[in-house]
């Protein structure tokens, strides 16, 4: 097939072009520096030019400043976010994270996780988050303001309630609501559209599951790559003819089929747990166990790992594995789950591969 350059769109009315096809910068916080540096520039030299971070994706902040260096900076668009409550916090988040980049601006900071209720009043309310957002982007520090959830209606709420200019928000195949009401109010209200989970955590195929999202009224979508193969071959749907055949069409509404009932949209409904097991967490956005389910054991235990991120993350996993054990089946969480999902049934499935990363990392530790 001819090859292509990557397709531009705008940032809803930022003045931003951005591909149409970015960078998720979660996964960086798992790889070793050197092998996250290599993710990070073969993605540009494919034509990626948004860039999706947090201060929260471990140090994938200090790995993109180091793959940055030597690019022409005003060719790209980084985003990052934090998840500050108070006007002191995210000032400093904001400091930490230009330096962390290695940059004089970010083009956009979001407010990172918004939570309806007490979280969302805090944040835009009197000394909150928002005012170091503002005084920053009057500094120049920060170009644009956006926020982030995993819920589609704080968003609406969000941006009726401050001229928020960029959202980040989950939408592939399985999880379409973002376009009855969120989407169409930021394409009246001229907000850029950028979307995370695009792939569902790897559950779907990438190129389908991409083309498909580049038909939706979107600016750019976001697939997290932990690998470089992974980077290479979402950038090349940019590259290429978005239309979907027929045959590709009836492969999407099956994977949506298959799916509707088992993908966690991490919208917690479900919380509290009694037994304080953090369902939506384990369930749609674990980033270690996602990688172990798309990997498997043998290419688990050989994969270039940050040293950090393992120590970190077995510290943690043995305790979830706790948490998990702990599950009393009261069927709580069901009754409360909009999707319907098995959660009694999920959970305890993922407790091999949890046990199994566990010995793994115990494994590459002691060498
Ligand atoms: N603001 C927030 O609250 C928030 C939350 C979550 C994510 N995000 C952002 O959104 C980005 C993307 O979301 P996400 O990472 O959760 O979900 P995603 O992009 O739907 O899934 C990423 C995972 O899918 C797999 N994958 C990606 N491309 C692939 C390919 N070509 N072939 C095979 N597998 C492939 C990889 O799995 P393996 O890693 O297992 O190989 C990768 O880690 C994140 O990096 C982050 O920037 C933001
Ligand atoms: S069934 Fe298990 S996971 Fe669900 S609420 Fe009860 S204890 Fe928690
Ligand atoms: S299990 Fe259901 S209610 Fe809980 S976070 Fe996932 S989708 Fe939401």
């Given at each position: 097939m001819?090859?292509?350059?990557?397709?531009?769109?705008?940032?809803?009315?930022?003045?931003?072009?951005?591909?149409?096809?970015?960078?998720?910068?979660?996964?960086?916080?798992?790889?070793?520096?050197?092998?996250?540096?290599?993710?990070?520039?073969?993605?540009?030299?494919?034509?990626?030019?948004?860039?999706?971070?947090?201060?929260?994706?471990?140090?994938?902040?200090?790995?993109?400043?180091?793959?940055?260096?030597?690019?022409?900076?005003?060719?790209?668009?980084?985003?990052?976010?934090?998840?500050?409550?108070?006007?002191?916090?995210?000032?400093?988040?904001?400091?930490?994270?230009?330096?962390?980049?290695?940059?004089?601006?970010?083009?956009?900071?979001?407010?990172?996780?918004?939570?309806?209720?007490?979280?969302?009043?805090?944040?835009l309310g009197p000394g909150g988050a928002l005012e170091a957002l503002i005084q920053a982007k009057e500094e120049g520090l920060v170009h644009h303001i956006g926020c982030t959830s995993h819920r589609w209606e704080t968003l609406v709420e969000a941006i009726q309630r401050f001229p928020f200019e960029v959202i980040l928000v989950p939408m592939n195949v399985i999880e379409r609501e973002p376009l009855q009401e969120l989407i169409p109010l930021c394409q009246e209200k001229g907000i850029g559209v950028t979307i995370m989970k695009p792939v569902a955590t790897g559950l779907l195929p990438a190129t389908l599951a991409l083309k498909w999202l580049l038909n939706q009224p979107i600016a750019t979508a976001v697939p997290g790559a932990t690998k470089i193969e992974e980077a290479e071959e979402n950038a090349l749907v940019g590259c290429r003819p978005i239309?979907?055949?027929?045959?590709?069409?009836?492969?999407?509404?099956?994977?949506?089929?298959?799916?509707?009932?088992?993908?966690?949209?991490?919208c917690n409904y479900c919380t509290p747990c009694p037994q304080g097991i953090s369902i939506g967490s384990h369930l749609g956005t674990d980033v270690m166990y996602d990688h172990y389910r798309t990997m498997g054991p043998a290419e688990f235990r050989a994969f270039a790992w940050s040293r950090e991120a393992i120590e970190r993350d077995l510290e943690s996993r043995r305790k979830q594995i706790e948490a998990i054990e702990s599950c009393d089946r009261c069927g709580r969480c069901e009754e409360l789950c909009p999707y319907g999902l098995p959660i009694m049934e999920m959970l305890p499935r993922m407790l091999p591969a949890m046990r199994d990363m566990v010995a793994i990392y115990e494994e590459l530790l002691s060498i």
């Open positions: 001819e090859q292509m350059s990557m397709q531009k769109r705008s940032l809803g009315k930022t003045g931003l072009q951005v591909s149409a096809i970015g960078l998720g910068c979660a996964q960086l916080g798992s790889s070793s520096i050197e092998y996250a540096v290599r993710v990070v520039r073969r993605a540009l030299e494919l034509g990626v030019t948004y860039l999706d971070t947090a201060r929260g994706y471990r140090d994938a902040e200090i790995k993109i400043g180091q793959a940055l260096q030597g690019w022409a900076r005003d060719r790209l668009v980084i985003a990052t976010k934090t998840g500050g409550k108070t006007r002191d916090e995210a000032r400093q988040h904001i400091e930490e994270s230009l330096q962390r980049l290695r940059t004089d601006y970010v083009d956009v900071c979001h407010l990172h996780g918004l939570r309806r209720g007490d979280d969302l009043e805090q944040r239309a979907l055949t027929d045959g590709e069409q009836a492969q999407i509404e099956a994977l949506r089929l298959g799916y509707e009932r088992s993908r966690c949209r991490v």
